[in-house]
């Protein structure tokens, strides 16, 4: 085989190993946070047939997790079998100091359907919402410094009553990010995905996505301008 078709067979190859579900690609460095029960980690490996450019992480140290979402069991297994990192007790907001992270650079950084927890107020209460807001807050602040210079962070989240008031873009904006698409989010688009409702309610029941949820795509500014207006803000509750 002679060098020219060496190189067109290469390049085929390389094409083939390419594999993507939606917005992400087996070729992409992934970092998954605050994962439920796995089901949509498991989603991508099993489009990807590896899991080898996956690390996927939870809030949860082991124990809480299967306590939590005992569906969470036969994920867990099927990501270690294809060579998926697993990390528990990572907390979004400061998992850019963990020992284990900090040196490592990502193309994609996701994080599906936040919530701060419930502490028995109802969504629309305004405390709650600050909750919310500071730990998107300070997770865009964490997740920046692990991304790659072309990489996305990806917040999958509701924008409808009460939800938008979590004013997800004004925050990310605010952390030297800037806003590249925004889509409609489909869970069939994910096969075998079940979305947690997490905090401390009904945990492994399904959290409802309403007719308005979307991919907030994120990635850093090149803009002068916003790198000199960027501040460090904290949201006090």
């Known amino acids: 085989m002679g060098e020219a078709a060496a190189a067109v067979s290469l390049e085929s190859s390389e094409e083939k190993r390419d594999i993507w579900i939606k917005h992400y690609s087996s070729s992409h460095r992934i970092l998954l946070v605050g994962e ?6 498991a989603c991508l ?16 140290n082991l124990d809480e997790l ?7 069991r036969i994920h867990l297994d099927e990501l270690k079998s294809l060579g998926c990192t697993l990390l528990h007790g990572i907390n979004v907001e400061n998992m850019h100091e963990d020992g284990f992270l900090k040196l490592m650079r990502f193309e994609r950084i996701i994080f599906n359907f936040p919530h701060a927890g419930h502490f028995g107020f109802h969504e629309t209460d305004k405390w709650l919402i600050l909750r919310h807001k500071k730990l998107l807050c300070d997770f865009f602040n964490s997740a920046r410094c692990l991304l790659s210079e072309n990489g996305e962070i990806h917040v999958s989240h509701r924008d409808d009553h009460p939800y938008n008031n979590w004013e997800i873009n004004d925050l990310a904006k605010e952390k030297g990010l800037i806003l590249k698409e925004m889509v ?11 979305n947690k409702r997490g905090g401390d309610v009904r945990s492994n029941g399904t ?3 309403g007719n308005r949820s979307f991919t907030f795509k994120f990635s850093l500014s090149k803009d002068l301008e916003d790198i000199e207006n960027f501040r460090f803000i904290d949201i006090v509750i």
């Open 36 to 41: 439920g029960d796995f089901s949509f980690s």
């Open 45 to 60: 490996v099993k489009a990807f047939g590896s899991a080898n450019n996956m690390i996927t992480t939870s809030y949860d």
């Open 66 to 72: 299967l306590e939590k979402y005992w569906t969470a």
């Open 207 to 209: 959290f409802p996505l």
């Open 184 to 194: 409609e989010f489909q869970k069939e688009d994910y096969p075998g995905y079940q």
